[in-house]
């Protein structure tokens, strides 16, 4: 039996609280530590994941740019993704990122999926299956970005027309007839159109072969003239008269040519640079002569002030990088009638810079490539027509040279967005 004495001793002990807290704390570390490092391994995996999740958006939004500047090419946007994982890796993150990149140029879309393990801190095992992170990311553009061609008639048919073998190669821009009649844009007989887009305000005419088996958009709105705001060139007094060099061999410098410029046949003339003023009268290129200038643009104005270019003589031009005539080739004066600029030369190669004609007719009738050795070739004309066998080449390498593009054709302000 225990004694009476004792039994005040074992009360105190049953009665005192001393070391539970340090009890409970040795039962429960174990639980504490793994719910917090649980917290932790959670934390970092949507940390991770919102990271990734960076990485697709912002390479979805660069890919889909430059895909769409390189006539929605896939290996453009996968470049563009693999530059964003790469520059990912040099800030530091650690394992293999597995990207699918897809392209779908008639949504102008490009979707980018990023697939990565994650590693967990404490709690190993919880984060099971690979991988255990996938995000997608889509972006749109709102329009295309390289525009090459703008037919500005609203109302006739054939304002953009290609027949008999004609063709546009224009595979990285677009080509846009303003025209609301059902047959605004026509490729006929064996012609062929090559565009990233054809684009109708009205309809068109041909079958899917002379588009390159993807026919035209209709009923696209119209694209506004995109130099309408351009200031012309001062005409000043007249440098010549009714200029006719036969068989002339030399340098002509700019200025304003009153009735005309023709040059005849087996002439090899070098243009100085600098504007050259048509006036009253027609630009004329007579076969077998060649004509060459840098830096030069040609102002038409006044009465039958067009342009030919006789069918084997060699002509090239690059537009003017500065002055009233920056970027063009030729500038159409407003006011002037409705008048007809004709190439038929086989050695057209080089025409670089925007040919403008508001009031103008481009008639290409040629049996050869036409501007296919210029850096880019623009054209804003009121109609675009070929015929017989021209091959019409719209490049659209604009790095390649100092000649700047006017604003509204070639790369344009291309509005990337996401999807989700």
Known sequence: MIEASLLPVLRRLLECTRGHMAMMTG????????????????????????DLQDIADASALGAAKEASLNGWSTSAAVAIVNGYLEAHKRSGAEGTVAAKVEVDPFKKQVTVTLEQDHHPYFVVGYFVGSPQIRVSSAAQTNNNTNICVIGLEKADAA?????????????????????????????????????????????????????????????????????????????????????????????????????GLTIRASSDVFLKPGIYIIKDGPLVIESSSVVEGKGVGFYFTGKNAGMLFGSSSQVDIEAPVTG????????????????????????????????????????????????????????????????????????????????????GVGPQATTVHLLY
């Open 27 to 50: 039962i429960l570390a174990p639980m504490l530590i793994g719910v917090a490092g649980g917290a932790i391994d959670v934390s970092a995996f949507m940390t991770h994941k919102t």
């Open 324 to 407: 009233p005539l920056a970027g063009l080739v030729t500038f159409q004066d407003r006011a002037s009638a409705e008048t007809d600029f004709v190439i038929t030369s086989n050695k057209a190669r080089k025409l670089l810079g925007t040919i403008y004609l508001a009031n103008g007719n481009l008639i290409v009738d040629a049996n050869n490539k036409v501007a296919d050795a210029s850096a880019y070739t623009a054209i804003v004309v009121r109609r675009l027509r070929l015929s017989k066998g021209p091959n019409l080449v719209l490049n659209t390498d604009y790095n390649k040279t100092l000649v700047p593009v006017p604003e």
């Open 159 to 259: 304002t953009v027309s290609l027949e008999t073998n004609a063709a546009i190669s224009a595979p990285k821009c677009s080509v846009y007839s303003n025209s609301l009649s059902t047959s605004g844009l026509t490729s006929t007989g064996n012609a062929n159109l090559v565009a990233q887009l054809a684009c109708s305000a009205g309809g068109f005419a041909g079958v899917s072969r002379n588009y390159n088996y993807q026919n035209p958009l209709t009923d696209c709105p119209e694209v506004a003239d995109p130099l309408a705001s351009r200031a012309p060139p001062s005409v000043g007094s007249c440098r010549e008269t009714d200029a006719d060099y036969q068989h002339f061999v030399g340098n002509l410098q700019p200025g304003v040519y009153c009735g």
